[in-house]
């Protein structure tokens, strides 16, 4: 009977601890991501009431929704024309995000399956331009444009940056991972090294693919130094360097429509995260599993 009584204090005792509590562990470390996710989100929830609400309102500090979503929405399209801008960031974005994948794909290959003389050296370099941001470089990037002529031209936004020293460190530690047996095996099937590029390695690497695609689009998005340097006039210029002409330099600024061109423009890498957020966040999990 003592035996039978307790069994079933032991049992009640493992089914109370078992029992999922309302409050979690450590919930202090809960509240405290709480509030940093509200106080990272907080400048994009106030862009978005603002979208909505013309300068009064703003004045006013208000936090509740305006009336003024259609005239800012009427304003930012039909008067400042930000639609062209974005257009023009799009395709800049897209040839640049292309060219630096395969060119990257491409070094990467070169860097981890090819012999050549002062290999390391020119992967040291490689790594030494990581260190060098564009604004370094601008002054001499711009001359060099415009000596040969690529002045004021779309494909100055293009081509200086289709090479990437972040692509090719990336799928450098990549390859570098995967086992040396399936480049040997590809050998001896007779496959040329493209062959074994496009059909072995990047079924391999979409995670990181993926990865660099979010990298290199939203950096190219975001360029404005740039553009605003090279390219004269609105016809061909992009979205960041567009929003400029929702600042009214007679009127003033007018915070309305300036949010509302705000949060138009960071909808493609917004878009672009999501759909590609799974590539990301395993994209640098570089191991030999992969």
């Known amino acids: 009977m003592t035996s039978v009584s307790s069994e079933m204090v032991n049992s009640a005792a493992k089914a109370a601890v078992e029992r999922p509590s309302l409050i979690p562990r450590r919930w202090y470390y809960h509240v405290a991501l709480w509030i940093v996710c509200l106080i990272l989100g907080f ?3 106030y862009s978005i009431l603002v979208a909505t609400q013309n300068n009064s309102d703003v004045y006013a500090y208000r936090f ?7 005239d800012n929405w009427d304003f930012v399209m039909n008067t400042a024309k930000l639609m062209p801008y974005m257009l023009n960031s799009v395709v800049v974005s897209i040839a640049v995000t ?8 491409l070094a990467g290959l070169a860097f981890v399956y090819y012999r050549f003389p002062g290999k390391w050296l020119v992967f ?10 564009t604004e370094i470089l601008v002054i001499a990037l711009f001359r ?6 690529l002045g004021n031209n779309p494909l100055a936004l293009i ?7 972040t692509g090719t460190f990336l799928f450098r530690q990549h390859f570098a991972n995967i086992p040396a047996e399936l480049s040997e095996a590809a050998q001896l099937d007779g496959a040329t090294p493209l062959q074994f590029l496009f059909r072995v390695l990047v079924p391999m690497s979409w995670n990181a693919i993926g990865a660099l695609v979010v990298i290199q689009f939203i950096y190219s998005w975001n360029m404005y130094l740039w553009p605003a340097l090279i390219i004269q006039g609105q016809e061909g210029q992009v979205v960041q360097v567009g929003l400029r002409t929702l600042i009214g330099a007679d009127v003033g600024i ?31 999990a570089l191991s030999r599993d992969k």
């Open 124 to 133: 040291g370099f490689v790594l030494i331009t990581l260190m060098m941001p």
């Open 43 to 45: 400048p994009l929830f």
């Open 98 to 105: 292309v060219g630096k994948t395969i060119l990257s794909l």
């Open 144 to 149: 060099f444009v415009n000596s040969i002529g």
């Open 159 to 165: 081509l200086p940056f289709i090479a990437s020293a």
């Open 254 to 284: 007018s915070f309305g429509p300036l949010m509302m061109g705000a949060v138009i423009a960071s909808l493609p890498p917004v878009i672009v995260f999501v759909l590609l957020q799974k590539q990301f966040m395993s994209g640098f």
């Open 64 to 70: 509740l929704p305006g009336d003024s979503l259609a």
